[in-house]
Nanobody
């Protein structure tokens, strides 16, 4: 069965850190673009960070640059999103997505990713 499962969300105080994990089963994340999206209540889903399929390149939306890092562990068929310096505006449901994409991942929108996880809630609040 083809699945993506996110984990690692939770409640954290402003300035804190979380590491989200996206684990694939039934297929390999190797040579696939993998992205993290988030959706806050009443807002559209936005791309946060992504990894290109082949060249190791990555992209981060301006609001998380310098705070979030994305990386893959091919041996574990997993992609991580390390989130530091969390802010209340980072509160959202975070989703990982994967797809065979030829160009740099920043060129693709959510509807171009075919595989999605169920999401994990991140709440940043004091």
């Amino acid at each position: 069965q083809v699945r993506l499962v996110e984990s690692g969300g939770g409640l954290v105080q402003p300035g804190g850190s979380l590491r989200l994990t996206c684990t694939a089963s039934g297929f390999t994340l190797n040579y696939k673009a993998v992205a993290w999206f988030r959706q806050a209540p009443g807002k559209e889903r936005e791309a946060v960070s992504c990894l290109n399929s082949h060249d190791g390149g990555s992209y981060h939306v301006d609001s998380v640059k310098g705070r979030f890092t994305i990386a893959r562990d091919n041996a574990k068929n997993t992609v991580f999103l390390q989130m530091n310096g969390l802010k209340p505006e980072d509160t959202a449901v975070y989703y990982c997505a994967a797809e065979d994409l030829a160009l740099g991942c920043k060129n693709y929108r959510a509807n171009e990713y075919g595989k999605w996880g169920q999401g994990t809630q991140v709440t940043v609040s004091s």
